[in-house]
């Protein structure tokens, strides 16, 4: 295995005229995929795209996003994928940064990407449902660029919750043995399936667990453009979806749609949850109403991004992120890097396969990150004596109230437990007096009168004293990131 784009042109051979991808009932099959793809590749390789230079993706989850992403990797490019929903300024930084010499753009999103690529002259090129607009030249490239299994096919930019976003450098060998553990280990998945594609695809978990892993297994992907409840239960009953991959939000929006009422889920058989911590009242109340299983994983960008699972033949513990998957190791540390005791709260640090080679031009970064061969992930957990683990919470997220811990995920899953209860985010607040104190955003169900009185009385009998939060206010909505996932870093308490 060298260039990652094997993977389409093996399953492309092996079954022309099955579909790789299904879009509002049309299907897309994997030979015409590749042919699009090598007419991209063509393209570029005509316009001086030589293997290793940088190339973004600013599109929604549209068929053109896999042609030009499997174009890009056809001619030996680097891809960088790009949230849609990013302004002329934060575009600048990612073009600059990455030095991306082109840029494939939805129509929508063109005018602030021409205004973001002035200073790093990458040229923007409109880009459409089926690929790319008046990008021709070249004759088609339909054989993979040779690539070393060490070499860069990916930059993904993460989120850091301080300063600006770092690019995780993703190898050819990461992402096809992520994709490979996705679709065999963890979803058993086969050609027959058809697998949810609402995640975005510009995100490592729709990226590698969905695209890659139904390339890899000849499944077909049945794409949404954004994530929006009711096309997901459309998209569920029409095209008989057997794998969903979500983030907790999408199956609480989806749970709490009306018109999930009389969804037909028969065909669903495995539900992956990542990205942030499963309610345990969501994931109860979904698999009663739906008759199937979620199994709830835990990775991150720089770790390709599958890190540990509840596996499909092993004991599923609800509440836990499972163990840590093939070619992948896991442990609790203390601040030193010291392995705490079975049990105990540390730092989740991650060594294997599945590891990023680095952030992109970032060596003081990369070596914090990975000081000692063990990327420190900056998620606290409790490891149990059978290897399954628990997140606790982000090290930075938690509150410390008059010298104790207070961890938001735990307070959180009380709130849940509210009847009128629609979302929860807990944040710490300065206090004068114990340094900080709990305070929870809530987001309420339609038509109910809870009060933020209700929520904090209804919290104070389940938990213990210094934990419940002394200040609950309503908003309609709780700020979320591009897979949906609630961004605790950007809730702020309102004035008195």
């Known amino acids: 295995m060298t260039n990652l784009v094997t993977n389409l042109t093996t399953t492309a051979a092996e079954m022309p005229e099955q579909d790789a991808l299904r879009v509002s009932g049309q299907g897309v099959t994997y030979q015409q995929l590749h042919d699009m793809a090598a007419k991209v590749a063509g393209t570029l390789r005509e316009n001086g795209i030589q293997p290793g230079d940088r190339v973004a993706v600013i599109l929604p989850n549209v068929p053109a996003f896999p042609v030009v992403y499997w174009g890009i990797l056809l001619a030996g490019g680097i891809v960088v994928p790009m949230n849609p929903l990013l302004k002329a300024g934060e575009i600048d930084y990612f073009f600059t940064d990455s030095g991306a ?95 949810m594609g609402c995640l975005p695809l510009f995100h490592v978990f729709g990226l590698v667990v969905g695209l890659n892993a139904a390339t890899i297994a000849g499944a077909s992907l049945a794409l ?25 939000t999408m199956y609480a929006a989806i749970l709490n749609h009306p018109a999930s009422d009389g969804m037909d889920a028969s065909s669903l058989r495995t539900c992956a949850s990542g990205g942030s911590a499963m309610p345990l009242e969501v994931m109860k109340a979904f698999e009663e109403k739906f008759g199937c299983v979620i199994l709830e994983g835990y990775g991150l960008s720089e770790t390709s991004p599958v890190a540990s699972f509840n596996m499909p ?61 063990w990327f420190r992930t900056g998620d606290l957990a409790t490891m149990d004596a059978e290897g399954y683990f ?52 809530v987001a309420l169900r339609e038509g109910s009168s809870a009060t933020p009185e209700d929520i904090i009385a209804f ?29 605790r870093r950007e809730v702020h308490a309102p004035a008195e």
């Open 390 to 441: 628990t997140i606790v919470d982000r090290k930075k997220d938690m509150i410390l109230r008059g010298g104790m811990n207070v961890y938001p995920r735990e307070v959180e899953e009380v709130v849940y437990q509210h009847p009128d209860v629609l979302e929860v985010a807990v944040v710490g607040m300065p206090d004068d007096l114990l340094g900080e104190q709990v305070g929870a955003a």
């Open 224 to 248: 949404i453009p954004r994530f929006d409840p009711q096309a997901a239960i459309e998209v569920i009953e029409k095209e008989r979806v057997t794998i969903m991959q979500g983030v907790p």
């Open 101 to 195: 010499k082109i840029a494939f753009v939805w129509p929508d999103f063109v005018e602030e990407a021409t205004k973001g690529a002035q200073n790093s002259g990458t040229r923007v090129v409109t880009t459409g449902a089926m690929g790319p607009e008046d990008f021709e030249g070249g004759s088609p490239l339909a054989e993979p660029t040779p690539r070393e299994d060490d070499d860069t096919a990916i930059i993904l930019y993460t989120s850091g919750t301080t300063g600006r976003p770092k690019g995780a450098e993703l190898t050819h060998s990461n992402i096809h043995l992520n994709a490979l553990r996705s679709a065999k280990v963890i979803q058993t998945m086969t050609s027959d399936d058809i697998v």
């Open 313 to 373: 033949d092993r004991e599923r513990k609800p509440g836990t992120i499972g163990i840590a998957i093939p070619g992948c190791e896991m442990r609790c540390v203390d601040l030193d890097g010291n392995e705490v005791p079975v049990g105990e709260v540390g730092e989740i640090a991650i060594r294997g396969d599945n590891v990023m080679k680095g952030y992109w031009n970032k060596p003081d970064a990369t070596a914090e990150a990975i000081p000692d061969g």
């Open 459 to 487: 919290t104070k009998e389940r938990i213990a004293a210094y934990k419940y939060p002394r200040r609950v206010w309503v908003v309609d909505a709780l700020p979320k990131g591009p897979t949906g996932k609630i961004l």
